[in-house]
């Protein structure tokens, strides 16, 4: 019996752990050619937990293939269940200048995962040339701007509000 | 993107008023002040202020007049202090 759990747990963690096995890295500059296998895919993990982080990624690939910016659970969706979510989706070529806080994988994928989508017809070429870097100053001042625009207009917006419907006494009115 | 833009009115009756002819209804009756504000929005919220207006409301025809001066120097207002609902 302790060995029927034994198997049955073992089992679970390899099937939980299995994408982050497979993933391979991406940190600082990267750039790969390489194959996949018809009916085949390759996953690469991006690690953005750091707030500030920037990634600029470009695939580009032989044949119709599809590319799939994914989060740490729609990776599982894609993993172990038919329909699943994205943060991204396109073919042939594509480049990400992505953002986002937290995990991170791109998929390549010559699989015939889903009805739409690129057909798999066999082995396929890519290049990935990916960096991830850290936020510029630049970027930091547009975003703090960005803060900043957004919440003057909040403020803008309730002094105008307020100064709308309150109703002004009469001896206000009658000066 | 679709941006949802106009003018937000909000009016404010008064208990005031001045005994005038009606320019509508031609008759000598209680003509109350009203006061509009009006407010530029953006997705309805109000943003740019876009001023006051008087204007006085006849009791009789209930017609609306815009006038630029309340109280009319002319004219004598009565305020009983106690405001109208809006």
């Known amino acids: 019996m302790r060995a029927k759990w034994f198997i049955f747990i073992l089992g679970i963690t390899a099937i939980l752990a299995s994408p982050a096995i497979s993933a391979t890295e991406i940190t600082g500059d990267y750039r790969h050619t390489g194959t996949i296998p018809q009916d085949d895919f390759v996953i690469y993990h991006i690690n953005m937990t750091k707030p500030g982080k920037i990634l600029d990624v470009t695939v580009t690939a032989s044949d119709p293939v599809d590319f799939y910016l994914l989060t740490e659970k729609e990776l599982s969706q894609y993993m172990f269940s038919d329909a699943f979510a994205y943060e991204d989706y396109s073919e042939n070529t594509t480049t990400y200048h992505w953002r986002g806080t937290g995990d991170y994988y791109l998929v390549i994928d010559n699989a015939n995962v889903s009805v739409s989508g690129a057909m798999s017809h066999g082995p396929v070429n890519y290049t990935i040339v990916a960096k991830l870097e850290d936020k510029g100053i630049y970027d930091t001042l547009v975003d703090s701007a960005a803060y900043l625009v957004c919440g003057t207009l909040i403020v803008i917006a309730a002094a105008t509000t307020f100064w709308l419907y309150k109703k002004p006494k009469i001896e206000e009115v009658l000066k | ?86």
């Open chain 2, 1 to 86: 993107m679709i941006v949802f833009f106009g003018i937000k009115k909000k009016n404010f009756a008064y208990n005031a008023y001045t005994v005038m002819q009606c320019p509508k209804c031609g008759k000598e009756t209680k003509h109350y002040l009203m006061l509009q504000k009006r407010a530029f929005t953006v997705f309805f919220i109000p943003l740019i202020p876009l001023g006051t207006r008087k204007y006085l409301v006849c009791e009789e025809c209930r017609s609306v007049t815009k006038v630029s001066n309340f109280p009319p120097k002319d004219r004598v207002i009565i305020s009983t202090g106690a405001e109208r609902k809006d």
